[in-house]
């Protein structure tokens, strides 16, 4: 009877020391060398942000390693393993990818950033000033203004200017026909970011109108940007959702914008995942980081440099944590 009383007490230990290791064994197990593996994708604030984080890790001794990647492919690449982060998942554009990837095992949910989002069609706020199509943001003033919004390639239709393709396939051509716009609107795509924002400065300079993607946040919070009210967003309004041409004149929705992870690297690198878990930036944050690049000019890694050295009281108390994550 003591015998297995003794059996049984150190099964009951043993039991309670493996909780305890899975609990708080981030605090007891060191990060690994090898390089934790951030997406660089093609829009400013993903780029500067991805060297934010990155330059967080480096300051708590992780190796790091930046890959380009398509951005629907980004969370396939996660899952898979073939990258360890992805750091900014806007919901409108990528829920779908994102999901998707989580249901077929290996990418994890690590926490949402505090900001609403918004991505849309929308003008400078000059263009409202000036009057180029009386009735915006309302979406049907764009019935009578078409002219105003022509270019050279756009055949004597008014242009929307959408971003990369690869962004959102033809969401933006096929709410042009769901609102049955496509006879005096059409819609070009830019070949990067920084297309969208050369178009900005080309028009007000030209003195003409313009429509272009856009999203929030971003440095035009503070620049000045109205974005197009649209029919209200509905679950499977748009054609890869299960909608059709009458429903796809829908607008988007507002959103979340979250971080996702390899399911390795909790165990891999506890401490750079416990202060990637905690990171959350704001619409400010945000905003600096795509207006240093966009306004001041500085290349993406400088201005990710200028952003942790002048935000150290933002992202400081990240990494340091109860489970070590050093500082």
């Known amino acids: 009877m003591?015998?297995?009383?003794?059996?049984?007490?150190?099964?009951?230990l043993s039991a309670m020391f493996a909780a305890l290791v899975s609990v708080s064994?981030?605090?007891?197990?060191?990060?690994?060398?090898?390089?934790?593996?951030i997406p660089i994708k093609n829009w400013s604030s993903q780029i500067v942000m991805a060297h934010v984080i990155g330059g967080m890790f480096e300051n708590m001794g992780s190796n790091v390693e930046y890959l380009p990647v398509d951005n629907q492919a980004s969370f396939e690449?996660?899952?898979?393993?073939?990258?360890?982060?992805?750091?900014?998942?806007?919901?409108?554009?990528?829920?779908?990818?994102?999901?998707?990837?989580?249901e077929k095992g290996g990418l994890i949910d690590a926490g949402t950033h505090d900001v609403v989002t918004k991505e849309e069609m929308g003008v400078p706020n000059w263009?409202?000033?000036k009057g180029l199509c009386p009735g915006l943001p309302n979406w049907e003033a764009l019935k009578d203004c078409h002219a105003a919004f022509a270019?050279?390639?756009?055949?004597?239709?008014?242009?929307?200017?959408?971003?990369p393709q690869s962004w959102h396939g033809d969401v933006m051509p096929n709410r042009l026909k769901g609102l049955g716009l496509d006879d005096t609107w059409t819609v070009k795509f830019a070949g990067?970011?920084?297309?969208?924002?050369?178009?900005?400065?080309?028009?007000e300079k030209e003195g003409r109108g313009t429509v272009i993607f856009n999203w929030s946040p971003n440095f035009t919070d503070a620049t000045g940007f109205t974005?197009?009210?649209f029919p209200p967003y509905e679950d499977g309004c748009r054609l890869a959702d299960g909608g059709s041409l009458a429903t796809t004149g829908c607008g988007s929705p507002t959103g979340w914008l979250k971080k996702g992870a390899n399911y390795k690297f909790p165990k891999t690198h506890p401490k750079a995942y416990a202060a990637f878990s905690k990171l959350t930036f704001n619409k400010t944050h945000i905003g600096q980081m795509a207006a240093l690049v966009d306004v001041e000019g500085l290349t993406?890694?400088?201005?990710?440099?200028?952003?942790?050295?002048?935000?150290?009281?933002v992202w400081m108390p990240w990494t340091v944590s109860t489970l070590g994550a050093g500082n």
Do not use: C
């Open 25 to 37: 064994g981030a605090s007891i197990a060191a990060d690994s060398s090898k390089p934790i593996k």
């Open 2 to 12: 003591k015998l297995r009383n003794l059996t049984f007490l150190r099964f009951l």
């Open 300 to 313: 993406h890694e400088d201005a990710a440099k200028k952003w942790l050295a002048d935000n150290k009281d």
């Open 151 to 163: 270019t050279p390639d756009s055949a004597g239709k008014g242009r929307w200017l959408e971003g």
């Open 127 to 129: 263009v409202i000033e």
């Open 192 to 203: 990067a970011a920084d297309a969208l924002w050369t178009e900005l400065k080309t028009a």
């Open 77 to 102: 690449a996660v899952r898979a393993g073939d990258l360890t982060i992805v750091h900014e998942v806007w919901q409108s554009t990528m829920q779908n990818g994102y999901y998707n990837a989580m």
């Open 227 to 229: 974005f197009i009210e």
